[in-house]
């Protein structure tokens, strides 16, 4: 692999859209269910609300759904305005992370001790042990699975363990 190499590393932009469109859609339909609603509500037969209580959960739950299409806006703002790129340089990994990658570490690889691979819930992960901290490269926001097999196999040739 010739280094460096600067790897886009952001969330799809069909995630992000579909996630605002479909919280959008949502949160749209429950406003109009709040806002003309005249009956009760009854959840899994076990809670039951009167109009006043149903209103209020429809209102309740509209304004969540119109959290996340914010979320999804700031994702999109994020991404245009400050893309983040995973950088394989010839002495060490500059990867984002944390809440919302707000911040790159510099990883050496003479540093890392291991690297190792999960699935959760068909999300893959790569975890890159340096001492005693554990950093997560997530494959989704990589370009591709190929970038992805050659991060890790790039990666796996470097640990010290």
Known sequence: MELPRLIPYNPKWGVMLMCGAFFGVASGFMGYKAAHNTAGLTINRIITL????????????????????????VAI??????????????EALLLPHGILQRQTSRIAYADIVNVSE??????????????????TITASLLPDKETYSDIRAFLDSQAQG
Not at 50 to 73: K, Q, R
């Open 50 to 73: 009167g109009p006043t209580g149903a209103t209020a959960f429809y209102w309740v739950i509209s304004a969540l759904g119109a959290g996340f299409v914010l979320a999804a806006i």
């Open 77 to 90: 703002a994020r991404r245009i305005a400050r893309p983040k790129v995973l950088e394989l340089g010839t």
């Open 118 to 135: 999960v699935q959760v819930s068909g999300q893959t992960f790569l975890y890159v042990t340096v001492g005693g901290l554990r950093y």
